[in-house]
DNA sequence: CTTAGTTACCCACATTTACCCACTATGGCG
DNA sequence: CGCCATAGTGGGTAAATGTGGGTAACTAAG
């Protein structure tokens, strides 16, 4: 399970370390230190799954009939830009500058645990996006939450 | 089951004990020390789940369609902001900054018992939660108490 | 084959966190 | 009233984490 946010640095050469909880949880809840890293569809962020969390997605897109143009769409910009990776000793990934372009990574970079995936922002956007303007109390009610 | 009101301080370190009581709650009750904190949806708090509870939450949320923006800005805040931790040998947690700012904790921090889940507020907000600004008897009419 | 550019790996340092020990405060009990 | 057990607090230290830079291996183009 990944939860919490953590700040990292890019360097120049444009390797972001991994937080160690999140290289942890690939060890220890998929066995498997692999992992994909891509555009996220929704957002101006990049997404990271584990290797077991992407076969699915990609299991879930074999269903979808293949002339569906957004289906199509999906595979250029999402399965076209992926990068398979694991951290190095250091417990970083190097990111290829398509990817850091699409998230506009500067320097500071949040990592936010979404449960089976990470997201990966550059710091300002995320700031924006966790502004405190509030939710919609009825929306809660009838999500049951 | 978590009930009562207890006052604790924190440490320059960003260390607060968690009461007894809860502790012994989370090894009687749910026979798992590890807890989940988090942003409060609702309020400037933090809330405290067991393990298990956590868990019941984030099935709740897989069943919101991902497209749904409100469950989308409830991952980034709630389940992105949140900690997996375990009391230390002396009984406490490091709240990370991000949390303490959200709650605006200082110095002492209130832990209230809300049955399945704990609140944890800072002592100035907790004094004015609480404060005698009467319940709206009619509206306990309605609920049936 | 050579060369420029990129990537992977290694070392060293700074910072943070987890862990341990010791002390104080509080409440129950004889 | 004093003792003991438990709860809570403060601080030091070793380990883990994150960061910067250097060098060797690799890749692709000329």
Redesign the pocket.
Known sequence: MFIGN????????????????F??ALRKDYDDERMVITRDIRDACLRMYPMHEWQSFLEALKKIPSSNPTLRRIQRRVVSSAIE?MA???????L??SLREHAQLSK?VQFAGSSNTVEIWDEKLWQHEIEDDAIDPDMLEQLGI
């Open positions: 953590y700040a990292n640095t890019m360097d120049e050469k444009g390797r972001v370390n991994i937080p160690a909880v290289r942890d990776c190095d000793k250091q417990g970083r990934v190097l290829p500058i500071t």
